[in-house]
């Protein structure tokens, strides 16, 4: 079994940053993809970011692209998420998740391990 344990979250003002970590434990895969998720109230889960096995492929949703950065430390099977110009929007609990997949992966189905969430909440 893999075990994903977010950190990081909180509460911020409008335009403020926030770093969450997430890290892998347990059964961890040689080469597999990570990927953040995020769930606001009253909405579905949606993709934030992904990144692949080696770090040097990432994709992001439109909404976060250019304020939000994905990126890992192979040594420490940690993922982190670099949210900065934080938006009320941006409002949700944010998932972490381990595909088995190599390449970078934006959907919930491909996900295959899934941490417990940390809330992000964002004042206006």
């Known amino acids: 079994q893999v075990q994903l344990v977010e950190s990081g979250g909180g509460l911020v003002q409008a335009g403020g940053s926030l770093r969450l970590s997430c890290a892998a434990s347990g059964r961890t895969f040689s080469s597999y993809a990570m990927g953040w998720f995020r769930q606001g109230p009253g909405k579905d889960r949606e993709f934030v970011a992904a990144?692949?096995?080696?770090?040097?492929?990432?994709y992001y949703a439109d909404s976060v692209k250019g304020r939000f950065t994905i990126s890992r430390d192979g040594a420490k099977n940690t993922v982190y998420l670099q949210m900065n110009s934080l938006k009320p929007e941006d409002t949700a609990v944010y998932y972490c998740?381990?595909?088995?997949?190599?390449?970078?992966?934006?959907?919930?189905?491909?996900?295959?391990?899934w941490g417990q969430g940390t809330q992000v909440t964002v004042s206006s």
């Open positions: 990144i692949n096995w080696s770090g040097g492929n990432t």
């Open positions: 998740a381990l595909s088995r997949r190599m390449t970078v992966v934006a959907t919930r189905v491909d996900y295959d391990y």
